[in-house]
Nanobody, 125 residues
């Protein structure tokens, strides 16, 4: 089994930056692709960004493209989400997810095997 723990969420003003981290523990050798989702109140949980096992390929939702960077450090079993130029519409609970498959396509398709508990990001105007 794998456990994912997010950190780095908080309150930030419009235009500010946050860096989310997701640390994996347990059977980390089984982790392939990873990604970040978010869910705003009253809305569905949507993928924000995804990265394949090696980190060579990434995906970004159109709503965050150019403002967000996903990266990972496999030696630390950690995936990051650097968010810049934050907008009020970025306010949501952000979830880390992982798959046992290496391609980020499974993340985009919401076929994740493991989920974190979520971290709140609030952007105020």
């Amino acid at each position: 089994q794998v456990q994912l723990v997010e950190s780095g969420g908080g309150l930030v003003q419009t235009g500010g930056s946050l860096r989310l981290s997701c640390a994996a523990s347990g059977r980390t050798v089984s982790i392939g692709a990873m990604g970040w989702f978010r869910q705003a109140p009253g809305k569905e949980r949507d993928v924000v960004a995804a990265i394949n096992w090696s980190g060579s390929n990434t995906y970004y939702a159109d709503s965050v493209k150019g403002r967000v960077t996903i990266s990972r450090d496999n030696a630390k079993n950690t995936v990051y989400l650097q968010m810049n130029s934050l907008k009020t519409e970025d306010t949501a609970v952000y979830y880390c997810a992982a798959s046992i498959q290496s391609s980020y396509r499974v993340i985009i398709d919401n076929k994740c095997d493991y989920w974190g508990q979520g971290t709140q990001v609030t952007v105020s105007s």
